[in-house]
């Protein structure tokens, strides 16, 4: 399972910025779908999830100002943000929990998957 996340770039204070992040490959079902971000100096921490069943959760920093949004068609899931701060400033990662077929009698295993981070810089 491949994650190709995009959507990032510069913004100043109070602009907007949408991220995607299309799953592919030998999926069976996604399950949880979520993004995470990461400051320089800082530990990597949830933004925000969103269940199969379309349940969303966000980290208190940013409820009000981003939507997380999932095509479950295209296993595609996107972060809309909005009201951009300084502090959101990090490299924006996208995960999903999925389960895939492993071989041609249709067996699946379930794993987490990560995309290649993409930067988001707000400015004052």
């Known amino acids: 399972v491949q994650l190709q996340a995009s959507g990032g770039g510069l913004v100043q204070a109070g602009g907007s910025l949408k991220l995607s992040c299309a799953a592919s490959g030998m999926i069976s079902r996604v399950h949880d779908m979520a993004w995470y971000r990461q400051a320089p100096g800082s530990e990597r921490e949830l933004v925000a999830f969103?269940?199969?069943?379309?349940?969303?959760n966000y980290r208190d920093s940013v409820k009000g100002r981003f939507a997380i949004i999932r095509n479950n068609a295209k296993n595609t899931v996107y972060l809309h943000m909005n009201g951009l701060k300084p502090e959101d400033t990090a490299v924006y990662y996208c995960?999903?929990?999925?389960?895939?077929?492993?071989?041609?009698?249709?067996?699946?295993?379930?794993?987490?998957?990560w995309g290649v981070g993409t930067q988001v810089t707000v400015s004052s």
């Open positions: 969103i269940t199969s069943d379309g349940s969303a």
């Open positions: 995960s999903v929990t999925a389960e895939y077929i492993v071989d041609f009698g249709g067996d699946v295993e379930e794993d987490d998957f």
